[in-house]
């Protein structure tokens, strides 16, 4: 176990602690802040949002983006307009993390859990597919679950550490059902499914600008869309649901104050130019795992799916066993090598127990056994 540990430290070019995934701001973040401070435009009005929104839409080939103060925010009024309300069912994954369910339930509904697929840790469509043939049924334009006799709105896969999920046959299928498709691309930015940006297969897709994502704003999300009501309806809702007006308060429904300001879009900005650079480095790391975890009978390095390109946002491995998994956690996090196991099961929380899922075979397996490694930009 030791090789790993020089093997990390090597690649880092330390022996300090190693973090899982720290940030890196070396282009143009100090300027654009220091303008945006200078401006006082700091808050919910500036150009950076709109700049933000501009260049996002045009690097994953949306018609829209609309930016909000974080990815569960994103997830929730993508949620909230896709027509999801109370007593909905919304279907996703059980490894996932905490945001996406936690998304779902603000607005009055319920997950129902699928299985995920080992070759890409990601929603099967296999599973998605038998799911529905052997429990939902499709009445008046609307998907039924005929075991509990709520209505099955919407679909949230997620890309689970970059890499893309089989989400074009995912498409399909919820097409057929009827089911409203967001993906939760929170941690997919820069990653493709044959050619295509992940996050623009259904009607909208969400992601993330946590500190630990692949680009930052400190805290931010954003949604994309195609469809131009969708849109308006989101930054409408995002920003307290204010009617235009050149000085009265007026608001149409009840909103949220989720916008993102103006001094986290300039970081943005500035983080969105590194992003072709970000992505080479961690296409250049991953490729020095693989090679290095060849050498191990027991382990194995988890590489992006068959057609899609990941941003290999965080590397992982998948151990032979549980009791592995825990030595080798053990053993480099008291190394000084930040390593951690992959979220508990959405289905095994407390507040989730109840919802209904298909066994989760894959899941459990992959939870069981799978380490997250340093996998920060060189
Ligand atoms: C990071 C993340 C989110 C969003 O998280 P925020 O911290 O609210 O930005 C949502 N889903 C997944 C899977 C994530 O990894």
Request: proline letters at 3%; a negative charge; glycine letters at 6%.
């Amino acid at each position: 176990m030791q090789t790993i540990i020089n093997f990390i430290q090597d690649i880092y070019q330390t022996k300090e602690f190693i973090p899982l995934h720290e940030p890196r701001f070396r282009g143009n973040e100090k300027k654009y802040l220091n303008e945006c401070i200078d401006s006082t435009f700091v808050s919910s009005v500036g150009k950076f949002v709109d700049l933000f929104e501009e260049q996002f839409a045009s690097y994953v080939g949306a018609k829209y983006a609309v930016a909000t103060v974080n990815g569960t925010s994103a997830l929730h009024v993508a949620l909230t307009v896709g027509g999801v309300s109370d007593d909905d069912e919304v279907i996703t994954q059980a490894l996932t993390f905490i945001a996406t369910c936690n998304a779902i339930s603000y607005c009055g509904a319920k997950p129902v859990f699928i299985d995920v697929d080992l070759e890409t840790s990601g929603m099967s469509a296999k599973a998605l597919e038998a799911f529905l043939q052997q429990n939902c049924i499709v009445k008046n334009g609307e998907c039924i679950n005929k075991t509990t006799n709520k209505r099955v709105k919407a679909c949230v896969p997620m890309h689970t550490f970059g890499h893309p999920c089989e989400i074009d046959t995912i498409a399909q299928i919820c097409k057929k059902w009827h089911i409203v498709l967001v993906e939760d691309s929170a941690e997919s930015l820069g990653s493709f499914y044959k050619q295509e940006h992940t996050g623009t297969f259904g009607k909208m897709g969400c992601f993330s600008f946590n500190g630990n994502k692949i680009i930052t704003s400190g805290g931010g999300g954003v949604v994309v869309t195609d469809d131009e009501v969708l849109a308006k309806k989101l930054k409408h809702l995002t920003t307290t649901a204010k009617v235009p007006h050149k000085w009265e308060y007026s608001h149409d429904i009840i909103g949220y104050n989720y916008r993102m300001p103006n001094l986290n879009a300039a970081l943005l900005v500035a983080q969105l130019e590194e992003l072709e650079g970000f992505l080479a480095s961690k296409r250049e790391l991953a490729q020095k795992y693989a090679h290095f975890f060849e050498d191990f009978d027991d382990i194995e390095f988890i590489k992006e799916p068959d057609n899609a390109q990941s941003n290999y946002w965080l590397n992982a491995i998948t151990c032979k066993d549980k009791k592995m998994r825990d030595e080798w956690l053990e053993f480099t996090n008291a190394n000084g090598v930040m390593t951690r196991p992959v979220w508990k099961l959405m289905s095994e929380l407390g507040m989730f127990k109840m919802c209904q899922n298909d066994g989760l075979k894959n899941s459990k397996y992959l939870s069981d056994r799978v380490i997250n490694i340093p996998s920060s930009v060189l």
